[in-house]
């Protein structure tokens, strides 16, 4: 068994206080490994995005540890974490997050820029990823003039613009009907995940399953199980 | 420009409605602060003309006297008294008073006269038409070309009119650094001429000025002439004393820090309110640039970068209007008194500076509160 891209160990989150403070994630532990599209399904409020922003280091759990590529994360301060999400994690979030005031080729290049690159330098670079998700004619459109695919498209050229080792996707096809969803999903399996790269995805579309590698279930907390694929 | 600077100003300004809102805001708030304060500068440079215009280092008043139309006579023992003060090189006696003017036309002119020491006519003023040895001349007088100047039908060298039922002539049109406060024309003539036109008191001799034989005598003069009953002030001092009397004693400083409050209070709720609207509105992008990993610092780099552009363009923007109004104000009435100054563009500055400060800092608070989890929670 290769040395797995994330390994998440006993993580426990709470949130609130008082009589509403509810136990959101109870002694989770995974492994997630390079080459590999690993999807955690389950309910709504079952943990998954908790689940999902505590392995990228958005979320600090209140125990366990979270290893990526073999490093403790959550013993970083908050400036090398934030390097960390740079240079490590791309993001596709649910709502695209796309910055309306800005082109597409902008909105793409935003990791480049973080990364402190010159500005036009950064947007000729993003326009080679809007290629590579076949959006390269409408660089410079603002995303407000795209459908609900391309902009998740877009939002897939940003997360990948950084070069991200794993691309974290929150409910990818939850804004989009079912076709455009499953070719979404399709296109990332076999143009965006690579044997250098982790793939974890939050969904609860049984449509686009077939395009995991493995699949996890969910619930109250915790991993109940495998769906597909190898042991959690 | 940093690709991160780049970032926020393409945010601000690509948000064409809120920005226009902004700079609205500032730029408005701008231009009360200024328009009102190169009013008050334009009035207090008015309110000293004569002391700007004759141009004496020491004048000695009566102590009662607050601004310079404001004369009482000083006994003719003074200037003997001065002239023989150690220190003073030389000292003249000034006239300054008013009197009615009857043109050609049969219509009446308040005036002001300045009435030069006959054997040094010290304070004479910069001649652009005529000679000043005319003005010993019989009836000789000198008008003063500046704003006022048409009120007495723009008169020419030879022009005759009275003064107060007394034969006057033109003899020569003098230019001065500053016109008068009260919007009436200024004609210069002769000490003893002054005396012998114009209805006068008992004591005649307005203020004695003085000079100096070197800036070290200046004390030594003051303290002479307090032992003497006087009051010697330097030009600065009795410019400034001119402008204490105006802001403390007229309400006129009273309304213009009022006006310059309420200014500051338009411009900040304008633009702090819209500011932080714009930062509210952008909040789940700001969190999104934190998911993907900009520092906490960054995002504030970003807010502070998009307050200044918007506060300095702003301010640019004031400025050009209120130099746009004076100068349209000035082609209709030519005796506008406004002046911008370093210290009312300071002013202006500083307040600019305070309402970026106070809207960048909750705009800071609920960027730097945003948690990126909440992005992902949606």
């Not at chain 1, 935003?110 to 080679?128: F, G, H, M, Y």
């Not at chain 2, 009022?258 to 209070?265: D, G, K, L």
Request: a neutral charge; glycine letters at 10%; hydrophobic letters at 45%.
């Amino acid at each position: 068994m290769p040395d797995p891209a994330i390994n998440a160990t006993n993580v426990v989150k709470w949130f609130g206080e008082g009589e509403a403070r509810t136990q959101a994630l109870r002694g989770v532990s995974v492994d997630a490994y390079f080459g590999e599209m690993l999807y955690i399904v389950g309910p709504s409020g079952s943990g998954k995005t908790t689940l999902l922003s505590v392995l990228s280091g958005i979320l600090r759990p209140d125990s366990g540890t979270v290893s990526v590529e073999g490093s403790n994360i959550w013993t970083l301060g908050s400036d090398k974490l934030a390097d960390f999400r740079l240079h490590k994690i791309g993001f596709v979030f649910q709502d695209f997050h796309l910055f309306p005031r800005l082109t597409t080729a902008e909105n793409v290049a935003i990791p480049l820029i973080l990364k402190r690159r010159a500005w036009s330098e950064a947007v000729a670079e993003a326009t080679k990823y809007l290629e590579i998700v076949g959006l390269k004619n409408r660089a410079e459109l603002p995303p407000v003039k795209l459908s609900g695919g391309e902009q998740q498209r877009v939002a897939i050229a940003r997360a990948i613009a950084g070069q991200p080792d794993i691309l974290i996707m929150d409910e990818p096809t939850a804004s989009l009907d079912g076709d455009t969803g499953q070719a979404i999903v399709g296109f990332v399996k076999h143009n965006v995940l690579n044997e250098k790269r982790c793939i974890l995805i939050v969904t609860h579309d049984d449509r686009i399953s077939e395009f995991a590698t493995r699949i996890l279930k969910m619930e109250d907390g915790v991993l109940t199980g495998t769906v597909k694929g190898g042991p959690a | 420009m940093r690709g991160i600077h780049k970032l926020a100003y393409k945010l601000l300004v690509n948000d064409k409605a809120k920005f226009t809102a902004l700079l609205v805001g500032i730029t408005f708030a701008v231009f009360l602060i200024i328009q009102m304060t190169a009013m008050f500068a334009g009035m207090m440079k008015r309110a000293s003309a004569t002391v700007i215009n004759l141009g004496a280092s020491i004048w000695i008043m009566d102590p009662a006297v607050q601004t310079v139309a404001q004369t009482i006579g000083l006994p003719d023992y003074v200037l003997d008294a001065v002239r023989s003060m150690q220190g003073v090189s030389y000292a003249v006696p000034v006239y300054s008073g008013g009197a009615l003017v009857k043109l050609a036309n049969g219509t009446y002119q308040s005036v002001t006269v300045i009435g030069l020491d006959d054997t040094s006519l010290f304070g004479r003023p910069q001649l652009i038409q005529g000679k000043i040895e005319d003005i010993y001349g019989e009836n000789a007088f000198i008008v003063v070309k500046d704003p006022e100047f048409p009120k007495l039908g723009n008169p020419h060298v030879g022009t005759e009119f009275q003064v107060n039922d007394h034969r006057g002539v033109i003899v020569g049109i003098a230019q001065v650094a500053s016109s008068g406060l009260f919007g009436v024309p200024t004609l210069y003539t002769t000490y003893k001429r002054a005396l012998q036109y114009l209805p006068n008191p008992r004591f005649t001799t307005a203020y004695v000025l003085v000079e100096p034989k070197s800036a070290g005598d200046v004390i030594r003069i003051k303290q002479q002439a307090e032992a003497l009953g006087y009051l010697a002030l330097t030009k600065d001092e009795f410019i400034d004393r001119i402008s204490h009397f105006y802001i403390y004693q007229t309400g006129m400083g009273t309304n213009l820090l009022i006006m310059t409050v309420m200014s500051f209070i338009v411009g900040l709720s304008i633009s702090g309110q819209t500011f932080y609207t714009f930062v509210l509105e952008n909040l789940d992008k700001f969190g999104a640039l934190k998911a993907i990993g900009a520092k906490g610092r960054e995002l504030i780099l970003m807010i502070l970068f998009q307050a200044s552009f918007t506060a300095l363009t702003g301010y640019g923007l004031g400025i050009g209007l209120c130099v746009l109004l004076i100068t349209l104000a000035r082609l209709r009435l030519p005796d506008y008194a406004a002046l911008i100054t370093y210290w009312n563009l300071g002013l202006a500055f500083v307040m600019v500076v305070i309402i970026a400060a106070i809207s960048s800092y909750f705009g800071v608070r609920r960027v730097l509160r945003i948690e990126a989890f909440d992005i992902f929670r949606g």
